[in-house]
């Protein structure tokens, strides 16, 4: 297990400080040098403002959507399972797949995005001055334009993740006995919404810790669609160059070993890191009764 687990990190590690290649019959130590390219190039800069912006994006909505997912399918009584169907089936999805499906839909004149939002020029929806822009001039290229891109691959990453959180708080969901509703109830806890701060919310504790730090992992793991529309670039001047992607970039396509690797220790760092900081900060208040 020790050599499974530790040792490839230990090898990263090692090759971060070289300027090692595949193929070349050795390498020069170069220090820290690799490090500090990653936070004085500004083609860095960008990774880590794409990278954060998609955690930071992500993470919270698709916990959110997933829990209410959870909940409105929990207070369901007929169509239980085909809800909940629907809304797992894009994680059962291959996200590479559908990405192929999204760069379609997307498509700036024969995508279906900006065929329906043509659509409502001449309405009453062209007061909204999103809708009146395109109609005067046109809809934007959303795979084209650095100012969407990265919220593209953010929507798809949301639509993508709600379903998989929802499943584990379904899970959770289980857990919590009826018998603490009535107890509530009987304390005065008439509303839907007391009975969820009061109950359901702390109960669902250890459930959100699984779930934020699973979202958080998969986040930062984010990869496939970015390869999938942008392969060569990380997106228009690489608005949504993720760090897994620079570290196919680096490491595979350019064969610069050592600085890909300084950027996959950097990575596991940052997971580390916000991992343990997460499950601080929400253990603290996780109700475990």
């Known amino acids: 297990m020790f050599v499974i687990l530790l040792v490839p ?36 800069e960008k990774m880590f403002v794409a990278t954060f912006t998609y955690v930071v994006t992500v993470v919270p909505i698709s916990v959110g959507l997933g829990l209410g997912a959870a909940l409105l399918i929990n207070s369901l009584g007929r169509f239980r399972e085909v809800y909940k169907t629907i809304y797992f089936l894009p994680v059962m999805a291959t996200l590479l797949a559908m990405a192929i499906v999204w760069e379609f839909m997307l498509h700036p004149s024969i995508g279906m995005v900006n065929h329906m939002l043509e659509m409502t020029c001449g309405t009453l929806l062209e ?37 998989f959180n929802m499943v584990l708080y379904l899970a ?15 304390d005065g806890a ?26 958080c992992i998969r986040a930062f793991q984010a990869f496939d669609t970015i390869e999938a529309f942008w392969p060569q670039g990380g997106g228009p001047n690489k608005s949504a160059y993720v760090m897994m992607f620079a570290i196919f970039e680096k490491g595979v396509q350019q064969n610069l070993i ?29 109700h475990y009764g």
């Open 258 to 286: 050592g600085i890909g690797s300084a950027i996959t220790m950097l990575f596991l760092a940052f997971v580390m890191f916000l991992t343990l900081i997460q499950r601080w900060l929400v253990e603290r208040k996780v």
């Open 9 to 44: 990190v230990l090898v990263a590690g090692l090759l971060s400080f070289t300027n090692y290649s595949l193929g070349n019959n050795g390498f020069d130590w170069v220090g820290t040098k690799n490090y500090e390219k990653l936070f004085t190039r500004s083609t860095y």
């Open 190 to 215: 008439k509303s839907g919404w007391e009975r969820f701060r009061l109950v359901t919310w702390p109960a669902l504790g250890p459930t959100t810790v699984f779930v934020v730090t699973i979202s």
């Open 127 to 163: 007061v909204i001055p999103f809708i009146a822009n395109g109609c005067v001039d046109r809809f934007p290229l959303w795979l084209g334009d650095p100012d969407y891109a990265i919220w593209v691959v953010c929507f798809i990453g949301v639509w993508q993740g709600f379903g």
């Open 172 to 186: 959770g969901l289980t857990s919590v006995h009826r018998e603490l509703y009535h107890a509530a109830e009987m």
